[in-house]
Structure formats: structure tokens, C-alpha cells
């Protein structure tokens, strides 16, 4: 499914302005599972009774996370949603970013390659995150000479 790729940014706390991503990077079509197309389309037919409710009031938009109204939200809503969601639930504090940097070092972990890895989080070049997550990486080069000794040592009780 094609969608509008914007960017939301408010100036003075007041004004929303609409653009496009900074980056050609930023500009990606990303696959996703099952389990959050399920949940996403929960969440339409939620939003769809919430709209009916509201009836008149209710703003026409094509965003999919919207006030009560219809209207876009703030762009700090999703990050006080989840401050308050973790202290509510006593979770460890985290933020929206590092549940970025988390998405990227599991995948990494998974054996995800370099490439697929910096598409998915919009980096222009592999570059930026090899140097952003070496550390994950180099942790998945000690898997490899650990891996390649097995072999090695396989193959000469073999041979």
C-alpha cells in the first residue's frame, strides 16, 4: 500500500507544518509482520467507531494517528505515551530512539545484513551504521571466527 511520505514538525510550539523527509534515505517502503498489520488494522476499526462517535466533528484526514478529532497529533504525543506507559508499568526507562537503536542491534544480531539494515532505518550510506553499530557488528565477527574454528577443527578430526 502506497502512502503520503511526509514529515510533521511544529514551529513555536503552535504551527504544524508539513514536509517531505530531510533525506532521499528518509523517503522507504519498509515490510512489516503480521502481527503489527493485525494490530494497525485493530486500531483503524477502533478509530473508525471513534469517528462515528464524534460524527460532525470529526476531520477528514489521511493520518493514521490522530486526536480525538481527526486532527494530527502533536508530534511529542507518541513520546509522552510511552513515558508514561513505562513508568506505569515500572519498565526500565527508555526512549523512543533507543527502541531505534535496539530494532537495529537485534537485527544485526539475527544476521540481518549490513545493507538491509541501513535501509530500513533510512541511512544514505552503510557508512553511518556500520559506525553507529560496530559494536553489534563486532560481536557478530566473533560468532563468525568462532564458527570458522568449528569448521576448521571439524574438518581436520574428519580428515
Known amino acids: 500500500m502506497k502512502s503520503n511520505v511526509r514529515s510533521a514538525q511544529y514551529i513555536g510550539n503552535k504551527t504544524m ?13 519498509l515490510s512489516i509482520g503480521d502481527t503489527v498489520c493485525r494490530l494497525l488494522h485493530e486500531y483503524k476499526l477502533w478509530q473508525l467507531q471513534e469517528k462515528f462517535k464524534v460524527g460532525d466533528q470529526w ?6 494517528f490522530t486526536q480525538w478529532n481527526g486532527l494530527p ?12 506507559f513505562i513508568k506505569r508499568n515500572q519498565f ?4 523512543l530512539h533507543s527502541l531505534r537503536h535496539t530494532n537495529a542491534t537485534l537485527m544485526i544480531a539475527e544476521g540481518t545484513d549490513v ?7 533510512g541511512h544514505a550510506n552503510t557508512s553511518t551504521t556500520l559506525n553507529v553499530y560496530a559494536h553489534a557488528l ?16 571439524l574438518q581436520s578430526k574428519v580428515g
Open 59 to 64: 476531520n477528514d484526514t489521511d493520518r493514521l
Open 17 to 29: 507544518i508539513t514536509k517531505e523527509p530531510k533525506t532521499k534515505s528518509g523517503i522507504r517502503e
Open 115 to 121: 545493507c538491509t539494515v541501513s535501509k530500513r532505518l
Open 138 to 153: 563486532r560481536s557478530k565477527d566473533t560468532e563468525a571466527a568462532d564458527k570458522l574454528e568449528n569448521a576448521l577443527t
Open 73 to 84: 497529533i502533536h508530534p511529542d504525543t507518541f513520546t509522552d505515551w510511552s513515558s508514561k
Open 92 to 95: 526500565s526507562p527508555v526512549t
